[in-house]
């Protein structure tokens, strides 16, 4: 099973500040199968990236991903106040398996 | 719009059966595989399995093989996930999420694009 690592834990940031999420995988995720989520407190995940790279309909601009192998980040180029949430990476190459999170805060 | 509907909160005994659903709507239900996933107090996401509505071929997770049964009724649209006998350690928000990808015939390899809102069940004595 392939284990995911994200970090840091919490993130704490201002409004229109930039922030980078990363996610690390404990062995080569296949076929750019990795995807991010966004959790707002007491609502369901939605799906942000898919493929590394590409973004959902209807996700705005500001949210990007990037990566390979076992290290991927999710950019978020300038925070917006609903952006502060729960964050997940999921690789989808090998069976199915979620990160722990990063919480993105107001600093 | 695509749409995924969960039943409501349940509040369970140990020892006590359970089912809870999963309705699609605004897409065709039969051509998209629909997954739950599990999400503990406090705790990240969890895969549990995946079934095909169309034909009902269903995956599992190995940690939650024998665990719950999934099933699937086309004529109401609905996706299903069920416990025998319920643990206090069953505590948690269960949801479905349709599934981007196709599984093919020897593994799940897809991210998951709309989501249920989430089912709480709560067991407790």
């Known amino acids: 099973e392939i284990v995911l690592t994200q970090s840091p834990a919490t993130l704490s940031l201002s409004p229109g500040e930039r922030a980078t999420l990363s996610c690390g995988a404990s062995?080569?995720?296949?076929?750019?199968?990795l995807a991010w989520y966004q959790q707002r407190p007491g609502l369901a995940p939605r799906l942000l990236i898919y493929?590394?790279?590409r973004r959902a309909t209807g996700i705005p601009d500001r949210f990007s991903g990037s990566g390979s192998g076992t290290d991927f980040t999710l950019t978020i180029s300038r925070l917006e106040p609903e952006d502060f949430a729960v964050y997940y990476c999921?690789?989808?190459?090998?069976?199915?398996?979620f990160g722990g999170g990063t919480k993105v805060e107001i600093k | 719009e695509v749409q995924l509907v969960q039943s409501g909160a349940e509040v369970k005994k140990p020892g006590e059966s359970l089912k809870i659903s999963c309705e699609g709507s605004?897409?065709?239900?039969?051509?998209?595989?629909v997954a739950w996933v599990r999400q503990m107090p406090g705790r990240g996401l969890e895969w549990m399995g995946i079934?095909?509505?169309?034909?009902?071929?269903?995956r599992y997770s190995p940690s939650f093989q024998g665990q719950v049964t999934i099933s699937v009724d086309k004529s109401m649209g609905a996706v299903y996930l069920q416990w025998s006998s319920l643990k206090a350690s069953d505590t948690a928000i269960y949801y479905c999420?349709?599934?981007?990808?196709?599984?093919?015939?020897?593994?799940?390899?897809?991210?998951?694009?709309?989501w249920g809102q989430g089912t709480l069940v709560t067991v407790s004595s």
């Open positions: 493929d590394i790279s």
């Open positions: 999420a349709r599934a981007g990808y196709d599984c093919n015939a020897v593994a799940c390899e897809t991210h998951f694009d709309r």
């Open positions: 062995h080569s995720v296949r076929s750019s199968y």
């Open positions: 999921q690789q989808y190459g090998s069976s199915l398996t």
């Open positions: 079934i095909y509505p169309s034909d009902s071929d269903t």
């Open positions: 605004g897409y065709t239900f039969t051509s998209y595989w």
